[in-house]
């Protein structure tokens, strides 16, 4: 449509420049000249009047799709909006799973359980992050099916 657009707006300026050129020959012209200029001038004008009205029609379909985007994208959140909150999200969960991990002087039984939580946290935060990645490829190509990473989980 933008092309459209340039190529009929092209079209006018050599068809104003044409007819500027006619009207100075019609005006230098004698007598039995002028018929067949005013002849030309004719044509051309008329060749302007329909660029034009098909120049304002592609102008309001633009104007019409810029304005129908603008309104659809206003609710919309960027990739990266979601990806950051997804990652806010993941390192509050790992700061209190590591909260829970800290004591001064842990016993064998403590380690074990710190351990074990250092582990959950790992786990369900690679899980999170696969997560993110798989909403991420949804959300850049709606159009296509995307399997989780791991099928055989």
Do not use: W
């Amino acid at each position: 449509m933008r092309t459209s657009e340039k190529v009929i707006a092209g079209e006018i300026e050599a068809a104003t420049n044409t007819q500027l050129g006619l009207v100075t020959l019609l005006i230098n012209s004698d007598e039995k000249q002028k018929p067949n200029v005013e002849k030309q001038l004719a044509v051309v004008n008329q060749r302007l009047i329909t660029l034009r009205k098909q120049h304002m029609n592609i102008t309001k379909i633009l104007c019409d799709l810029e304005l129908k985007k603008t309104s659809l994208s206003k609710d919309l959140v960027d990739i990266a909006s979601v990806h950051d909150a997804f990652v806010k999200l993941n390192m509050r969960f790992a700061q209190y799973v590591r909260h829970l991990c800290d004591c001064d002087n842990p016993s064998e039984t403590e380690r074990q359980v710190t351990d074990c939580y250092r582990t959950l946290t790992n786990v369900i935060a690679g899980e999170l992050n696969q997560m993110v990645k798989d909403l991420i490829a949804v959300l850049r190509n709606p159009a296509k099916e995307h399997d989780p990473a791991r099928k055989n989980s």
